[in-house]
C-alpha cells in the first residue's frame, strides 16, 4: 500500500492514509524536545508521566533524549473506546505508582484534541502536591481545544483528521506503526 511521498505502510492495510509526520522527522523533533528539557529542568529530576496507552511510544524515545536523572510513571484514562470521537468523559483506569508531592511532573500527551483529558489530569495531579506541573504533547489537533490549556511542550500541530501511529490507535491497532499517518477506515 503506497503513502504520499511513495512510502510504503508497515502495515497492509486500505484503512491507511496520507503520512502526516514521517519516521525521521518524529525522531528529529523528539530529539529537540528532549534537549529542551534537559535544559529547563538542568539540576532537577523531573518525574514524566505518561497517558496509556497512546504515550507509550513517545515516553519510551522521549526519556532517551533527556540527560537528567529523571523518573518515569504511567495513568490510563479512559478515553475514545472504539469510536473516533471524544465522549468528553473522563476516568483514571490504572493510576500512579510514584507520590507527585514536591515533583516536577511533566505530564508525556500522544495528542491533544479537545483537551478534555489533560485538563481533568491537570486539575488532578495538581491537588496531589506537585511543586510544578507541565505538559509535553506530541500531536495538538489545529482548532479544535474546547479549553485553552498552557501546553509548554509541543511536537507538531495537525490538521483536523483522525491519525494513528507511533502509540496513537483506532480500535487498539496501529500502534506500532514508527510514523502518523491519517486513518481512513470508517469511524
Ligand atoms: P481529548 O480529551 O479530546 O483531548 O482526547 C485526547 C485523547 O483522545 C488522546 O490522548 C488520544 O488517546 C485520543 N485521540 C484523540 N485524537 C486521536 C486521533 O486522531 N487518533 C487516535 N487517538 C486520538
Ligand atoms: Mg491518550
Redesign the pocket.
Known amino acids: 500500500m503506497a503513502a504520499e511521498g511513495g512510502q510504503e505502510h508497515l502495515i497492509d492495510s486500505p484503512d491507511l492514509g496520507e503520512m502526516v509526520v514521517a519516521a525521521p522527522v518524529l525522531q528529529a523533533r523528539v530529539a529537540e524536545l528532549g534537549a529542551a528539557i534537559t535544559a529547563d529542568y538542568a539540576g532537577r529530576a523531573p518525574l514524566l508521566i505518561g497517558?496509556l496507552k497512546?504515550a507509550a511510544m513517545f515516553m519510551a524515545d522521549l526519556s532517551r533524549t533527556i540527560a537528567l536523572p529523571l523518573e518515569i510513571d504511567f495513568m490510563a484514562v479512559s478515553?475514545?473506546g472504539h469510536a473516533?470521537r471524544?465522549s468528553g468523559v473522563?476516568r483514571i483506569v490504572k493510576d500512579l505508582d510514584i507520590d507527585l508531592t514536591g515533583r516536577d511532573v511533566i505530564i508525556v500527551?500522544?495528542?491533544?484534541?479537545?483537551?478534555?483529558?489533560?485538563s481533568y489530569l491537570r486539575r488532578t495531579l495538581q491537588a496531589r502536591g506537585a511543586a510544578s506541573l507541565e505538559v509535553c504533547a506530541l500531536l495538538v489537533?489545529e482548532g479544535l481545544q474546547k479549553t485553552d490549556e498552557e501546553l509548554r511542550y509541543v511536537g507538531f500541530r495537525i490538521p483536523p483528521k483522525?491519525?494513528?501511529g507511533y502509540g496513537?490507535?483506532?480500535a487498539e491497532k496501529y500502534r506500532n506503526l514508527p510514523y502518523v499517518c491519517v486513518?481512513e477506515g470508517d469511524g
Open positions: 497517558v497512546g478515553s475514545y473516533t471524544t473522563v500527551e500522544d495528542i491533544v484534541d479537545s483537551g478534555l483529558t489533560l489537533r483522525f491519525v494513528v496513537l490507535d483506532f486513518f
